[in-house]
């Protein structure tokens, strides 16, 4: 089993920077992508970044060039660099974890409220 601790989420101005993170543990050999997924009110959960253990990334059209995704294997954790937030990006963010064995469900994080005020 994997289990998920988020940090990091808050208030902050449009224009301005916040950092996620989010703490894997327990069976961490079994994590292949890392990663955060949002979901705004009345909107469908989206894809915001991930990355693998060798960090390739992937990006939503919506953050990119803004957030940056990066990841420490040692410490089986991931990071979202957000910057020039907008008000846009306001939303719970999840953390998600797609492990090796893909007959196995991904694993999410119990997620962290992100607010933009304009």
């Known amino acids: 089993q994997v289990q998920l601790v988020e940090s990091g989420g808050g208030l902050v101005q449009a224009g301005g920077s916040l950092r996620l993170s989010c703490a894997a543990s327990?069976?961490?050999?079994?994590?292949?992508?890392m990663g955060w997924y949002r979901q705004a009110p009345g909107k469908q959960r989206e894809l915001v970044a991930t990355?693998?253990?060798?960090?390739?990334?992937n990006y939503g059209d919506a953050v990119k060039g803004r957030f940056t995704i990066s990841r420490d294997n040692t410490k089986s954790t991931v990071y979202l660099q957000m910057n020039t937030l907008e008000p846009e990006d306001t939303a719970v963010y999840y953390c998600?974890?797609?492990?090796?064995?893909?007959?196995?469900?991904?694993?999410w994080g119990q997620g962290t409220q992100v607010t933009v005020s304009s």
């Open positions: 327990g069976s961490t050999f079994s994590i292949n992508v």
């Open positions: 998600y974890v797609r492990l090796f064995n893909l007959l196995r469900p991904p694993v």
């Open positions: 990355i693998t253990g060798s960090g390739s990334t």
